[in-house]
């Protein structure tokens, strides 16, 4: 996330800015924050509890400044976030001013439970009180009153200041309630006699009288809550910790190759269109194009891409990519900012800045939630003595009452798992821009495909060789059909080229001399010294009846047909086609499993749809569809009430996207395509759509499940606390305790397995459709 003050809207009449925002503790304020910078004209905001940051949109005329000013007289602090760095070292994180407030919180925690410790110890145990231990713990819990437990004082103050009520004025009101009751008892309730003996119950008795203190009700609130929030503060770092590994994978130097030697240098000095050496074992520094040699590349960490990639001269690389293989010398294409690492942690980045409607409901309940609490307080407290229970009793009940109420769990249930689920589909490859997206995804029940570039590859390659005799040589052949086809740039020619280099181990190709290319027919030139040409079958070529059934076996399956003739005879027939991605027909299977129908719709040929449609298993085809013809029938889908996500590529796919309820794009697509989409496969592999419904659902399983918890925790506590049966001691670890698991239960995201694309298994049922031979299919194409 880049610090800059404004990044242009998409409508162009607005601005963005981002702020990290401090001294947040639960949803009441994060309500706060949004009902402030909303007063501002122009201006919008949604704050996410769980990663401390404002996503603000405003006019161009309100400044940075003006917002974090607003924000700062709601009570807050406000900056803007730092700019990006390289990568830093442990030594330099540890002065980062978020670890010193790490550990100022643990020593602060350390104290509070040395102090707290013996006052519960000698409160809860009979046997151990001393002549005067009363008096001990009441100086040791002046101390965690008075230093322990300021922050939730200073902050229920400024609250007090600006008219509103937080989890910290609950918490405040609590301790300080129970501890001048104490010293109420102690000073005039007779508490303070030598010998003086206070037994321990569980539940609060209605006996005691004022003699009875709440020192370990006072200590026990404080050290509870402290702990509580380390623990919740060490479990949202968690939820986010998949974006800070992606942010971490780049190269912290690189050898740049100059003149006849090398130099090792910081990667923030590397330029596009310098060369740099990455060595076996190393990471690609950054975005670029192999100028020398040949190795296999790891994508997993950045794509989660589980093989390795083969890569050669001219091959695109992925900055972070690990080198598995030889020496490569790269070119650098894109650095910085621009890379494909860069924009996958700024995708997820600006994801993590949304917040879901579900969550904006649970919010407008935590805001009201606070002062409801405090008005319940006061109630139960009016109630009790007006019912004749004495002091003790009354207080008991109000303190409980203030101190087990929790928005905390409310604020956090969302976001949390949102942050883990977005970093963790980072890792394999999906990236959601939103929360939004992800409810939509979730009620997805069409899938639309494009075929070219997303159930196929988009690249012609050649399918099936097929020799006129059988002493023909096939790597022959290529061999010659190659050297002919290496000066066409057609995508036929040089997906032959491709193949005659594999058949030759890649020895080069003879020399053509004479060569000629006639549009629509094909090419030829001589080799060797016989005379070859490679091209559409002539008329009247008159083909041997191995060779006729190929072309027609080609023809029938919508691939591309070429003859090669050696001195005017036809010798084979090659089938070139754009081949069918390996994980397309599982992908598709998967889908219906999950209860999702498939469609295909295609600007190609009825012959070319319909096998990829058989193959892949969708019933449903259109073919010969115009860009705005695939726009048309995902409005008709949904006019059909049906919810229908788009998965495409190209330019001609961008407005079906838009038009969609969720637009799913390749990431190595068009920018159209990816600008116009919700979600982007950042990894070639459709069974990744199979995990991003997957973990879709997961995720808002796992948000039903904390919102639950969260209201149902209050909704049980709260009536129990109000009636006396609630130890305000045992109130304070509930309330902890909420919040802990909520975030606990969202982390469980972050271990997501994919399931292996050989799997037979999809959401407890067994794959045991008949697998057919998975034969390439292609576009037809004639020159």
């Known amino acids: 996330m880049t610090s800059a003050d404004h990044r242009p809207a998409q409508d162009g009449s607005l601005v963005t800015t981002d702020l990290m925002v401090g001294g947040m503790t639960c949803a009441a304020c994060v309500g706060r924050v949004e009902k402030k910078l909303g007063r501002v004209e122009g201006v919008t905001a949604t704050v996410n509890l769980a990663t401390g940051r404002a996503r603000i949109s405003h006019p161009a005329v309100v400044t940075s400044q003006e917002l974090i000013s607003t924000v700062e007289k709601a009570g807050y602090t406000a900056e803007l976030p730092p700019a990006p760095a390289a990568p830093e070292s442990q030594e330099a994180s540890d002065q980062r001013p978020e670890a010193a407030a790490g550990a100022s919180e643990r020593a602060r925690l350390r104290i509070t439970t040395m102090l707290s410790v013996p006052v519960l110890v000698l409160s809860m145990v009979p046997a151990l009180q001393f002549d005067y231990w009363q008096w001990v713990c009441f100086n040791l819990t002046m101390v965690v009153v008075l230093w322990s437990a300021w922050p939730f004082h200073q902050r229920a103050l400024n609250g007090l200041r600006h008219a509103a009520a937080t989890m910290d004025t609950l918490v405040s009101l609590g301790v300080v309630a129970s501890f001048l009751w104490s010293g109420y008892a102690l000073y005039f309730g007779g508490a303070g006699e030598p010998g003086m003996r206070m037994p321990f119950d569980l539940l609060p008795g ?130 910085g900012a621009d890379t494909q690492l860069a924009r996958i942690t700024q995708l997820v980045t600006d994801a993590q800045a949304g917040k879901a409607r579900i969550q904006r409901l649970a919010d407008s309940v935590a805001g009201v939630f606070v002062p409801a609490i405090v008005a319940v307080a006061c109630t139960v407290l009016g109630f009790w003595l007006g019912a004749g229970a004495d002091g003790e009793s009354a207080v008991t009940a109000a303190v409980a009452v203030l101190v087990v109420a929790c928005p905390c769990a409310l604020g956090l249930a969302t976001p949390t798992a949102f942050l883990a689920a977005t970093g963790r589909g980072a890792q394999l490859g999906v990236l959601i821009r939103g929360p939004e997206a992800l409810e939509r995804l979730q009620r997805v029940d069409t899938v639309v495909f494009d075929k070219t570039g997303t159930l196929t590859t988009g690249h012609m390659t050649l399918l099936e060789t097929t020799v006129s005799a059988a002493d023909e040589d096939a790597a022959q052949v290529l061999r010659l059909a190659g050297a002919v086809e290496y000066g066409s740039e057609h995508p036929i020619g040089r997906a032959v080229v491709a193949a005659a280099r594999r058949a030759t181990d890649g020895a080069p190709l003879p020399p053509v001399t004479g060569f000629r290319a006639v549009a629509g027919s094909g090419v030829c030139g001589r080799v060797d010294g016989r005379e070859v040409s490679v091209g559409r079958p002539r008329p009247d070529t008159v083909l041997p009846d191995k060779l006729r059934q190929a072309l027609d076996r080609a023809e029938a399956a919508a691939h591309t047909a070429v003859v090669v003739e050696v001195d005017g005879r036809p010798i084979a027939v090659l089938a070139v086609g754009d081949s069918l991605r390996p994980s397309s027909e599982h992908a598709v299977f998967q889908l219906q499993v999950l209860g999702i129908e498939p469609i295909l719709v295609t600007g190609d040929g009825p012959a070319a749809a319909h096998a990829v449609a058989e193959q892949v298993g969708i019933d449903e085809v259109h073919a010969g569809i115009t860009p705005e013809g695939k726009a048309d029938i995902v409005a008709m889908l949904r006019a059909d009430g049906r919810r229908v996500a788009v998965i495409g590529d190209g330019v001609n796919d961008a407005a079906a996207l838009a038009s969609a309820d969720l637009g799913i794009a390749m990431g190595s697509g068009t920018d159209a395509a990816i600008g116009a989409a919700d979600i982007t496969l950042v990894r070639e592999d459709m069974q990744a759509v199979v995990e991003a419904v997957r973990l879709t659902r997961r995720t808002l399983t796992t948000i039903r499940a904390n919102l639950i918890w969260a209201f149902g925790y209050n909704v049980v506590t709260v009536p129990l606390a109000a009636t006396g049966w609630l130890n305000p001691m045992f109130a304070a670890v509930a309330m902890s305790a909420s919040s802990v698991l909520v975030v606990a239960n969202s982390l469980r995201l972050r271990a997501y397995q994919a399931v292996p694309l050989d799997s037979g298994h999809a959401e407890g049922t067994d794959d045991t459709r008949p697998r057919k031979e998975t034969d390439d299919l292609s576009v037809s194409s004639v020159r």
């Open 206 to 335: 209605a006996e005691a009288g004022t003699a009875h203190l709440y020192l370990e009700a006072a200590v026990s609130v404080p050290l509870f809550v402290l702990a509580g929030r380390y623990l919740e503060a060490r479990a949202k770092h968690g939820t986010g910790s998949a974006l800070r590994a992606l942010a971490e994978l780049g190269a912290k130097d690189v050898e740049l190759r100059e003149g006849g030697g090398s130099r090792r240098v910081p990667i923030s000095e590397l330029r596009v269109g310098q060369e740099f050496v990455v060595r076996p074992g190393e990471k690609v520094a950054t975005d670029g194009v192999v100028a020398e040699g040949s190795s296999a590349l790891d994508l997993s960490l950045v794509t989660g891409e589980s093989a390795p990639v083969e890569v050669s001269p001219g091959s695109a690389v992925v900055g972070a990519a690990v080198n598995a293989g030889g020496l490569l010398v790269v070119r650098a294409t894109a650095v």
